[in-house]
């Protein structure tokens, strides 16, 4: 079975820090893409950061870029999301999902992010 566990979530102060993670377990981890993506409350789905199956290729939103991080561990089958100086507008649900060519992506549950003082 195909789970995507994110965890890291919960009330932070504004400027503040967290990290996510995502553990992922059920399909071969090092071959798929992962990404971050968030929804703030009332709105869509926004795409926030993605990294390749080695690594070696990150991207972000222009929104976060320079603030948050993403990494990976093929070694511990997670994903990780460093966030850093956080803002209001970063509350949101983030999930994590797994890409791979020709086959749809898996998706987390989510873990909501508050950033309020």
């Known amino acids: 079975e195909v789970q995507l566990v994110e965890s890291g979530g919960g009330l932070v102060q504004p400027g503040g820090s967290t990290r996510l993670s995502c553990a992922a377990s059920?399909?071969?981890?090092?071959?798929?893409?992962m990404s971050w993506v968030r929804q703030a409350p009332g709105k869509g789905l926004e795409w926030v950061s993605g990294?390749?199956?080695?690594?070696?290729?990150?991207n972000y939103a222009d929104s976060v870029k320079g603030r948050f991080t993403i990494s990976r561990d093929n070694a511990k089958n997670t994903v990780y999301l460093q966030m850093n100086s956080l803002k209001p507008e970063d509350t949101a649900v983030y999930y994590c999902?797994?890409?791979?060519?020709?086959?749809?992506?898996?998706w987390g549950q989510g873990t909501q992010v508050t950033v309020s003082s």
């Open positions: 059920g399909f071969t981890f090092r071959t798929y893409a």
């Open positions: 999902n797994a890409q791979i060519r020709f086959s749809p992506p898996y």
């Open positions: 990294i390749s199956s080695r690594g070696g290729i990150t």
